[in-house]
Structures are given as C-alpha cells and as structure tokens.
C-alpha cells in the first residue's frame, strides 16, 4: 500500500510563507493527479490545488490563486505547495491526494492519502 509522508507545516505569521512537501513511500506505477487538501477547525475538508504530473497542468482554489503554487518533480515522486502571503483563514491541517495505480496490474487508478501536516498562522 502507498503511504504518502507530508513535511513543512508548522507556524509562521501573518504573510509569511511556508512549503509543504508530500512523498511517497514506494515506488509508484503511474500517476493521474497529485493535489492538496486542507481542512481547518470545525470545517470540512476542502481542495486547494491539483497538478498533472504529465502535463503540468494546474488548478487551484479561488481562495489561494495567486498565493499558492503546486508543483512536482517527477523523479522523485514528490509533489510540494508554496504558500506565500499567508492569512490566519489558512490555519488548517493540509493533506496530499494522488489518484494512482501502484502497479501495472491495476486495472483503474485509486486514491491515496497522506495524515495530513499542520498549518498555523499566527502572529
């Protein structure tokens, strides 16, 4: 089974930033879509971005456009999210979603989510 390993939560001010980084702790056949997910206090898990690692292609929520960026590096499996001018409304703990096939026999893609990494701002 995936597991996929967050980094780089933790606490930072006001407009500061900080970068989070998602791995995964196998190797992996193929890969559909990797994205960032965050959920806050007393809220409902919600998406903030989504990249192709084939195309490069990205979207993201109205909410960080402009703030935020997703990008990947294909060697390594990885996928990270730098977060610039961050606001308190950010505080949540984030998780990363790739929708895969671990091995060549798979016959359709799955979800595999990370436990999620911290994310406070504060002043």
């Known amino acids: 089974q995936v597991q996929l390993v967050e980094s780089g939560g933790g606490l930072v001010q006001p407009g500061g930033s900080l970068r989070l980084s998602c791995a995964a702790s196998?190797?992996?056949?193929?890969?559909?879509?990797m994205g960032w997910y965050r959920q806050g206090p007393g809220k409902e898990r919600e998406w903030v971005a989504t990249?192709?690692?084939?195309?490069?292609?990205?979207t993201y929520a109205d909410s960080v456009k402009g703030r935020f960026t997703i990008s990947r590096d294909n060697a390594k499996n990885t996928v990270s999210l730098q977060m610039n001018s961050l606001k308190p409304e950010d505080s949540a703990v984030y998780y990363c979603?790739?929708?895969?096939?671990?091995?060549?026999?798979?016959?359709?893609?799955?979800?595999?989510w990370g436990q999620g990494t911290q994310v406070t701002v504060s002043s």
């Open positions: 979603k790739w929708v895969a096939r671990q091995y060549t026999t798979d016959s359709r893609p799955r979800e595999f």
């Open positions: 990249i192709t690692p084939n195309s490069g292609s990205t």
């Open positions: 196998t190797r992996i056949y193929s890969i559909h879509a």
